[in-house]
C-alpha cells in the first residue's frame, strides 16, 4: 500500500503562482509512476500532468502545458507541481496519484490517490 498527501493548496490571484506536493509514505521501495488530476465543481475528474519512475518523461494536458511543470524529488517520495500564470479556470481540487505500471492520461488506471488539495484563483 501508498498513502499520498497533498499539500500546498490555497487561494492565489489570477497570474499568480502556486505549488502543490504530494507525499508518498508507505511501500515507496517500489517506486510508482505519478500523476496530477483536478477536478473543479460539477465537473469530471480530469488529468493534468504525469511524470514517469525516473522524472525522465513527462506529459500533460493541453490546457496547462507551458504553465505547470511537474517534477520529482524521489529522495524525498514526493512529486510537484510548479503551476504559474494561473487563471480563475484552473480552480479545483488538485489530486495525486500513483501506479506502479501505468503512467498516463487515464485516471482509473492508478491504484492509488490522494485526499485532494484545494486551489483557487481568484480573478
Known amino acids: 500500500q501508498v498513502q499520498l498527501v497533498e499539500s500546498g493548496g490555497g487561494l492565489v490571484q489570477a497570474g499568480g503562482s502556486l505549488r502543490v506536493s504530494c507525499a508518498a509514505s508507505g511501500r515507496t521501495r517500489s517506486n510508482y509512476h505519478m500523476g496530477w488530476f483536478r477536478q473543479a465543481p460539477g465537473k469530471e475528474r480530469e488529468f493534468v500532468a504525469a511524470?514517469?519512475?525516473?522524472?525522465?518523461?513527462?506529459i500533460y494536458a493541453d490546457s496547462v502545458k507551458g504553465r505547470f511543470t511537474i517534477s520529482r524529488d524521489n529522495a524525498k517520495n514526493t512529486v510537484y507541481l510548479q503551476m504559474n500564470t494561473l487563471k480563475p479556470e484552473d480552480t479545483a481540487v488538485y489530486y495525486c496519484?500513483?501506479?506502479?505500471?501505468?503512467?498516463?492520461?487515464?485516471?482509473?488506471?492508478?491504484?492509488?490517490w490522494g485526499q485532494g488539495t484545494q486551489v483557487t484563483v481568484s480573478s
Open positions: 511524470i514517469t519512475k525516473s522524472g525522465g518523461s513527462t
Open positions: 496519484a500513483a501506479d506502479f505500471a501505468y503512467w498516463g492520461r487515464q485516471d482509473y488506471e492508478y491504484d492509488y
